[in-house]
């Protein structure tokens, strides 16, 4: 469950770390805030690197920043990003959204009104997920 106070809060705090974003070689800004189950926000920014393959999207650091945080649960994550139609998360931040919030909420947002209201599973249906590994070990 999340709350409009909420979703607005999280937009602030993508829009913040979007200004963050490190992206010299794509130019494309992104920011993300994910919601934990124990109601914090935590924002980040991609991240990306000469070695352009080693980019890490907006979406990833932030789910990363919150496990560093101790959280193991999100319940939501807004995407933003400074164009005119909203950015939906990449396959690979799909699946790591997958691990830590497979029915989240996804809301990505940009500078228009275009806006994108979704969820982790239906982004990324039939998933492989923490239960596949644990069925080859009992
Ligand atoms: N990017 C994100 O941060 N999130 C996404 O979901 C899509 C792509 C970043 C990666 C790279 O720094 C730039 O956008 C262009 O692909």
Do not use: W
């Amino acid at each position: 469950m999340v709350t409009q106070e909420q979703v607005g809060q999280m937009v602030e705090a993508a829009k913040a770390a979007a200004q963050n974003s490190y992206s010299p070689y794509s130019k494309f800004r992104v920011g993300a805030a994910v919601l934990t189950e124990d109601g914090k926000i935590i924002e980040g920014c991609n991240v990306e690197n000469a070695s352009y393959g080693l980019a890490n999207c907006a979406e990833r650091t932030a789910v990363f920043k919150a496990v560093v945080d101790g959280a193991h649960k999100i319940i939501a994550v807004v995407v933003y990003t400074p164009t005119a139609t909203a950015t939906p998360p990449c396959g690979a931040c799909r699946q790591v959204l997958n691990e830590f919030g497979p029915t989240a909420h996804v809301i990505c947002v940009c500078d228009s009104d275009d806006k994108v209201t979704t969820t982790v599973d239906q982004l990324l249906p039939g998933a492989f997920g923490p239960g596949n590994l644990a069925s080859a070990n009992s």
